[in-house]
C-alpha cells in the first residue's frame, strides 16, 4: 500500500484503495483515509489544517488534540463551503505525511476511533 499504515477496523467493512485515499464502506456508510503529504515533503497537522481553513475556505470546529502511540493529530468537525460537515481527523506520523481520516455520518464515529486508535507505521 502506498500509506505504509496498518490498522484495525471493525469486520462490517470492505476495503478499497483507490488513488490517495483508503475507502472503507459498509452498506452505503464510507469513511475514508487520504494520504496529504508525500515522502520528501515536509507537513504538519497544524499547517495541513491552517491550508484547509484558508486556502479551502473549511473550518475544523471542536478541534481536540490526541496522541496514539506512534501518531498524533487533532479530531473535529470540519464544515466545507456548502454548510456540509464531516467527523474529521488529521494525523501526522512525525515523518512529515498527514494522513486524514473522515466520515459525514456521525453514526461511525466509534468506528473511527478503533481505526485511529490502531494505527501503525508497516514494517516494510
Known sequence: SLFRL??????KYSVSEQMNDIVLTSGDHQIIMRMA??????I???TYIKTLEQQNGMALKDKQFFQTTEFRGYR???TNKTGDSSLFFVVS???GIVYTISTNNP???????????SLRRSRR
Open 37 to 42: 503529504g508525500s515522502a520528501g515533503q515536509t
Open 44 to 46: 504538519d497537522t497544524e
Open 76 to 78: 473535529g468537525t470540519i
Open 107 to 117: 453514526k461511525l464515529a466509534d468506528d473511527i476511533e478503533i481505526i485511529v486508535g
Open 93 to 95: 506520523d512525525g515523518n
Open 6 to 11: 496498518s490498522f484495525a477496523y471493525p469486520a
